[in-house]
């Protein structure tokens, strides 16, 4: 997992999900630019920093606002399914990329963790 971290193959996907991805997205969905870059930025932006840094602490702050993510926006999303029902499933799914990324960052961050949690227990440290 250190080389994945090493090679900074998820900090590319998460920027190419902020800038390119949702703007494609929001742009074929609502025909606007830019919205779906800003929102992706907030949501994703700490997530970014921190993936830079490349350190396990770091990754441990990524899964927890991870969580924190994809507990929100499936909570909006059935939340907008139960008040409206199927007529407005359009603008509903268009936050289905936004859940799907979160939780790519909080599995990452975990498999990060975890098998950083291996490595001590096999060299005896815990």
Same mark, same amino acid.
Do not use: D
């Given at each position: 997992?250190?080389?994945?971290?090493?090679?900074? #193959?998820?900090?590319? =996907?998460?920027?190419?999900?902020?800038? &390119?991805?949702?703007?494609?997205?929001? *742009?074929? $969905?609502? /025909?606007?630019?830019?919205?779906?870059?800003?929102?992706?930025?907030?949501?994703?932006?700490?997530?970014?920093?921190?993936?830079?840094?490349?350190?396990?602490?770091?990754?441990?702050?990524? #899964?927890?606002?991870? =969580?924190?993510?994809?507990?929100?926006? &499936?909570?909006?999303?059935?939340?907008? *399914?139960? $008040?409206? /029902?199927?007529?407005?499933?359009?603008?509903?799914?268009?936050?289905?990329?936004?859940?799907?990324?979160?939780?790519?960052?909080?599995?990452?961050?975990?498999?990060?963790?975890?098998?950083?949690?291996?490595?001590? =227990?096999?060299?005896?440290?815990?």
């Amino acid at each position: 997992m250190k080389e994945f971290l090493r090679r900074g #193959t998820i900090l590319k =996907i998460n920027l190419l999900f902020i800038f &390119v991805f949702s703007n494609i997205w929001e *742009f074929v $969905l609502t /025909g606007e630019l830019f919205n779906g870059m800003i929102l992706s930025f907030f949501l994703f932006g700490p997530s970014v920093f921190l993936w830079y840094v490349k350190s396990v602490r770091a990754a441990m702050l990524v #899964t927890l606002i991870s =969580i924190f993510e994809v507990t929100l926006l &499936v909570v909006f999303i059935s939340q907008g *399914f139960a $008040l409206v /029902g199927l007529v407005a499933s359009v603008k509903l799914i268009s936050w289905l990329p936004y859940l799907i990324m979160a939780g790519f960052n909080a599995i990452v961050g975990l498999r990060v963790y975890a098998r950083y949690k291996v490595g001590k =227990i096999e060299r005896g440290e815990l």
